[in-house]
C-alpha cells in the first residue's frame, strides 16, 4: 500500500498505473482506509482470488491480462 501512496513521487517514466491514474483523471485513493476483499495464505490462491476479483470488478486501472487462464464459470 505504501508503495502504491508513494509512487507518484518519482519520475513520470517510472509511475505505476495508479499514479497515471491519479494524474491524468485528479482522483485519489482513501489511503488511510484500504478495504481488504480477500485474505489468502497461499499464493497460488491469491493469484486465483486476485483473478477472480479483477474480473469480478472490471477495473479498468488494473491492466493485468493474466486473467485469462481464470475459467469463465467464475
Known amino acids: ?7 507518484i513521487k518519482l519520475h513520470e517514466s517510472n509511475h ?13 485513493f482513501d489511503w488511510l482506509k484500504p478495504n481488504i476483499l480477500h485474505n489468502e495464505k497461499y499464493v497460488r490462491k491469491r493469484e486465483i482470488a486476485e483473478m477472480f476479483f479483477i474480473k469480478k470488478f472490471n477495473n479498468l486501472i488494473n491492466l493485468q491480462k493474466d486473467t485469462d487462464s481464470l475459467n469463465n464459470i467464475y
Open 16 to 28: 505505476s498505473v495508479i499514479s497515471k491514474h491519479r494524474l491524468e483523471s485528479r482522483h485519489d
Open 1 to 7: 500500500l505504501q508503495e502504491h501512496c508513494t509512487n
